[in-house]
Nanobody, 126 residues
Framework: VQLQASGGGLVQAGGSLRLSCAASGRTFANYAVAWFSQSPGEEREFVAVVSRSGRSSYYADSAEGRFAINRDRVKNTVYLHMNSLKPEDTAVYSC????????????????????WGQGTLVTVSS
């Protein structure tokens, strides 16, 4: 699976962005997909994950209520809708895919993910 992340940019606090993770290669439908963020000097952090089916999702506390993850199975793309952005959301966001045998299984640990896309930078100004 090859993953291509896009959609980052500069936005003011309170604004919104939509990140996209486009997949090609193996059967993308067999993979749960997550977004992780990493700020300079910080550890990589889990943000959100969506299941193979698209029916289940899970969010970090910092993202709950502000971000939404969904997948378009026709376009082989996973989206992260980011609303009410805060300066502390500034980071490089990367998408990752984890093979899952069951359709609703969710992974949140980075070492469970087999494939990674390059990051896209999100900068939120105050």
């Amino acid at each position: 699976v090859q993953l291509q992340a896009s959609g980052g940019g500069l936005v003011q606090a309170g604004g919104s962005l939509r990140l996209s993770c486009a997949a090609s290669g193996r059967t993308f439908a067999n993979y749960a997909v997550a977004w992780f963020s990493q700020s300079p000097g910080e550890e990589r952090e889990f943000v959100a994950v969506v299941s193979r089916s698209g029916r289940s999702s899970y969010y970090a506390d910092s993202a709950e209520g502000r971000f939404a993850i969904n997948r378009d199975r026709v376009k082989n793309t996973v989206y992260l809708h980011m609303n009410s952005l805060k300066p502390e959301d500034t980071a490089v966001y990367s998408c990752a895919a984890a093979y899952q045998r069951l359709p609703e299984t969710l992974s949140i640990q980075a070492d469970e993910f087999n494939y990674w896309g390059q990051g896209t930078l999100v900068t939120v100004s105050s």
